[in-house]
């Protein structure tokens, strides 16, 4: 990690630091005293890439509280795994963090909103991580100004970090054209900027803090809001020219899938939604209008205007919020898109406004199962409750069951490799203890003896797996058990008091 004003002693130190890559790849530290025996797996602390006190202190009162030795040891590996890994280079002064998915050295927006959604509470009580997360924010108000169509970047220069060569990236052309330099991948993906949203209100509710809405924040917004606009349109206008504001291909010899259509994929007409070209997977969307990712965007616009209504700043950003919101929630719900979203109580997974539906799940957040932790419905609700149990059986494509581990996974790995993101996202979904129950339990038991939580798992060879270190799953992983203790506690702990980080 780089970071401004380290003392020469430290950067030594960190020199000599495993990569954790590496690290991550075989057991560590000592074992828990469960049945699993998981390792301890953080680095020494001299090696973390971000210290907290606020952060060690919730990892010590759920030690001290889980009753199941191998639960605790995986909340201690997964909830400090962002701060002690991936801050790749933070400057205060600068108001400037670079943070990595993991073993990936590039940023994400999607990644990075989840990566800190589990430190929300305590941004109030510890400044020092308040103001990394307000050094992001303004780092991805950079990126989204510049390129409001990308989702993954390369280190800031004042970083002096080397860009990194991203071989799926070279030979693909991309319109709005991208410097490869300032970007790592730019795939259109509308729940990238739903994350920067979510880190954005969380940042602000939290800490009342509005120096952040400074112009770099209010032109990615502009960005933002432009980018609704263009993306809700159809593909044709009414004397058949063809709109497009966004396309991606891979050309001859690319690593990437040539796409079709000159690279905007298959057409769409309006339905009040937004388009998206890849899904949060980065895999390429079958059809354009992703319901989930809608669902996040209308709820996060919510809060966006909540937000600003609150600072009393920006009336006309969150006039256009509400009216966005209010479109998207009333065409999945109501209007347009129901005639094909929402059938038999059933949502689909994609649309393209003609007809064309397609029921499945992706096990990447924003995804149907994780609806009701978007904010977007409640664990109650009847189309949801009809589509959970539609897409954890053999009627979603992409749902798949072995002996060992089950789950819903994505074209990204393949049909035999669930991911264990979406078993958290189940249990975010249900208040029956024994889904709780099974669902973690499918997690805990399927680390490879190595207290990490993995990308995906096969169901034929539980360690066969991709992604030792993969920040994003981990923070989701340790949300939920921060989620269980408070509405769950009798589940996890050895008595039934609620507990709330921070508080």
């Known amino acids: ?27 560590q530290g000592n074992p828990s005293n469960g049945t699993l025996g998981l390792p301890f797996m953080r680095p020494a602390p001299a090696c973390r890439t971000f210290n907290s006190t606020a952060v060690e202190k919730v990892i010590d009162d759920m030690k001290a509280r889980l009753k199941d030795p191998d639960v605790a040891r995986l909340f201690e590996n997964t909830f400090s795994n962002t701060l002690d890994t991936t801050v790749r280079y933070y400057n205060q002064t600068e108001n400037l963090a670079f943070i990595i998915t993991g073993d990936i050295t590039a940023q994400w927006l999607r990644d990075t909103a989840n990566q800190f959604a589990h430190y929300r509470s305590l941004l109030s009580i510890d400044p020092d991580l308040a103001t990394l997360v307000k050094a992001v924010i303004n780092n991805e108000a950079r990126y989204i100004t ?22 799926y990236a070279v030979d693909v052309i991309v319109n709005p054209p991208v410097d490869n330099q300032t970007v790592f991948e730019c795939k259109y993906e509308i729940d990238s900027l739903c994350g920067f949203l979510k880190l954005s209100t969380s940042y602000y509710n939290e800490t009342k803090d509005d120096s952040i809405l400074n112009d770099n924040w209010f032109s990615a917004i502009d960005q933002i809001i432009q980018v609704i606009n263009n993306q809700s349109q159809g593909s044709w206008d009414e004397n058949f020219n063809f709109i497009s504001y966004y396309n991606w291909t891979g050309s001859a010899g690319s690593l990437s899938p040539a796409v079709n259509n000159g690279g905007n994929g298959e057409p769409k007409a309006y339905t009040g939604m937004v388009g998206t070209h890849h899904r949060p997977s980065d895999d390429l969307s079958t059809f354009a209008f992703l319901t989930p990712a809608n669902a996040m965007l209308s709820v996060e616009l919510t809060n966006l205007a909540l937000m600003l209504d609150n600072a009393g700043q920006g009336a006309d950003i969150s006039h256009s919020a509400k009216e966005w919101s209010s479109r998207i929630n009333e065409s999945i719900w109501a209007n347009t898109a129901r005639t094909y979203l929402l059938v038999d109580d059933i949502f689909a997974y994609e649309i393209n406004g003609y007809g ?17 932790y978007l904010g977007f419905l409640e664990k109650d609700n009847p189309s949801y409750v009809a589509t959970r149990k539609l897409l954890l059986s053999r009627k979603n494509p992409y749902y798949a069951s072995g002996q060992n581990f089950s789950g819903i996974g994505g074209p990204h790995i393949d049909a035999w490799n669930p991911w264990p993101m979406s078993q958290i996202s189940a249990i975010f979904g249900t208040d029956i203890d024994e889904e709780i129950l099974e669902s973690l339990y499918l997690i805990v038991n399927n680390t490879d003896g190595l207290g990490l939580i993995h990308e995906s798992v096969s169901i034929y060879n539980q360690s066969d797996f991709t992604r030792t270190w993969f920040a994003w799953a981990n923070s989701y992983f340790a949300e939920m058990i921060l989620d269980l203790a408070e509405r769950k506690p009798a589940l996890i702990f ?8 921070g508080q």
């Open 356 to 372: 064309g539906r397609y029921v499945m799940d992706d096990a990447n957040v924003p995804s149907l199962l994780s609806l009701p």
């Open 494 to 501: 050895n008595d039934p008091v609620s507990y709330l980080p």
């Open 1 to 27: 990690m780089v970071v401004a004003g380290l003392l020469s002693s430290s950067s030594v130190v960190q020199s000599q630091c495993p990569d954790f890559t590496t690290y991550s790849a075989s057991p």
């Open 146 to 167: 510049q390129y409001p169509y990308c989702g993954a970047f390369q280190p800031p220069p004042e970083s002096g970090l080397a860009p990194s060569l991203n071989g």
